[in-house]
């Protein structure tokens, strides 16, 4: 499969930013969201590890939970509005830490013709293509994880 060391470089990347900007945030400041703002670093956590956990099922291999666990981090997925909705945070970051492994062993053993067959939900992108998105999506959110760890009152400069 082309460019596979540059998409497990890619993950591990992205990976260790979440970690970074993770560093002492408590659950209750995972919660918190900017006014306007319907998001929080629990939610684009959250919704980071979802997509991980849909690229183990693209390459075929084990996942993270059942799907229902991450129902409230899809995408246009209601504000989260209580504690009792979300997966704690510490448990979002072991997900997280499993998912990275998981990946990168699933993409260095993806046969060659894995990246041209079309698995995913979009039937104009095939597997290499809708990884490619999966992983340009996530550093998306990665960045707002800087803003949400201000909210925080971390102001330091960890990247």
Known sequence: MANVKRLISTLARNHWIIMRHAEGITHEESLLCPPNYDN???W??????????????????????GEEEFAVYHRASEPLD?????????RLLELAEIAQPRLS???AEAP?????AVD??????????WLDFLIWHETFHLG????????????????
């Open 40 to 42: 929080s670093f629990n």
């Open 112 to 116: 060659p013709e894995w990246q041209e």
């Open 82 to 90: 209580s504690d009792s909705q979300v997966i704690p945070f510490q």
């Open 44 to 65: 684009a956590l959250g919704h980071v590890v979802a997509s991980r956990d849909g690229m183990l099922r693209l390459l075929n291999a084990q996942p993270l939970a």
């Open 105 to 107: 062993q699933a993409l």
């Open 120 to 129: 995913g939900p979009d039937p104009k992108q095939n597997n290499g293509r």
């Open 144 to 159: 707002q994880l800087e803003i949400f760890r201000r909210l925080a009152g971390k102001m330091d400069k960890l990247i």
